[in-house]
C-alpha cells in the first residue's frame, strides 16, 4: 500500500496575547489504506475524523502549540485512541488551550515517524513558536510546515514566544537545504515548493516582518 496525503480546511478562531482572530486552518493526512498520521488537529474532531475514513490513526502531530492547531486535539485523541505529539519547547503554550489535558508524548529533532510505508523526519525549526517542528518526508517529496514557512514567507513573529531571526534561520538551515522540488505544505493558504521560496531568503530578511 503505498502513503498519500489527504488535506482537508478547518474553520475557527486563533486566540494569543487578549486578541482573536478568525482563520481557516489545513489539516494534512498522511497514510495508507490502513493507517495515517494527522498533523495538526485544528477545530474540528468530528470532520477530521470523518476525512480517516475508518483507518487506525497512529498519533496526533502537532507542529506547534497555538490554539488553533490543537484545540481538537484532545477530542480527536479521545475518539481515536491516538497519542497526541508535541515538542516540549511548547508545553507553555499548549497549557494556555489545555490546562487540563499533557500530549501523550514529545517530538525531537531527528526523530523519525513511520506510517504506511512512509517516514517522517521532524526538524525542530523554532521562531514562530518555541518548539514549532516541520516534518520532512522524502519518500513524498513533501514537508509539512505548519506557520514556520509560508507561500512568499516566513511564518509571523510578532507576538508571543516568537522571534524573527530564529524563525529565518530555522528556514534557511533546515527548510532551503531540502531538494528544491520538494512540496510545501503549510499550516494555512495555498502550499509553494522550496525552489519557489529559496530565492526570497534576502527580502525576507530586509523586510523583516
Not at 474540528?44 to 492547531?69: K, Y
Request: proline fraction near 7%; hydrophobic fraction near 40%.
Amino acid at each position: 500500500m503505498t502513503a498519500r496525503i489527504d488535506h482537508l480546511v478547518t474553520s475557527g478562531t486563533f486566540s494569543l496575547d487578549g486578541g482573536t482572530w478568525d482563520v481557516d486552518n489545513n489539516v494534512w493526512i498522511v497514510g495508507d489504506d490502513t493507517e495515517a498520521i494527522v498533523i495538526d488537529a485544528a477545530h474540528d474532531a468530528e470532520a477530521i475524523a470523518e476525512a480517516l475514513g475508518g483507518r487506525t490513526l497512529r498519533a496526533i502531530v502537532c507542529t506547534h502549540a497555538h490554539n488553533d492547531h490543537i484545540d481538537a486535539a484532545p477530542a480527536l485523541a479521545a475518539a481515536t485512541g491516538a497519542p497526541i505529539l508535541l515538542h516540549p519547547d511548547d508545553l507553555p503554550l499548549w497549557k494556555q488551550t489545555h490546562p487540563e489535558r499533557s500530549p501523550d508524548g514529545e517530538l525531537a529533532d531527528g526523530q523519525t515517524i513511520t506510517v504506511g510505508g512512509a517516514e517522517l523526519t521532524v526538524l525542530h525549526t523554532p521562531g514562530h513558536a518555541p518548539g514549532a517542528v516541520c516534518l520532512y518526508a522524502p519518500a513524498l517529496g513533501a514537508v509539512f510546515t505548519g506557520d514556520t514557512l509560508f507561500c512568499g514567507g516566513p511564518g509571523a513573529t510578532g507576538r508571543s514566544f516568537s522571534h524573527f531571526p530564529t524563525i529565518i534561520d530555522s528556514i534557511r538551515e533546515r527548510l532551503l537545504t531540502l531538494p528544491p522540488e520538494t512540496a510545501v505544505h503549510t499550516g494555512h493558504g495555498d502550499g509553494t515548493s522550496i525552489g519557489a521560496e529559496a530565492p526570497a531568503l534576502d527580502e525576507w530578511i530586509k523586510r523583516g516582518h
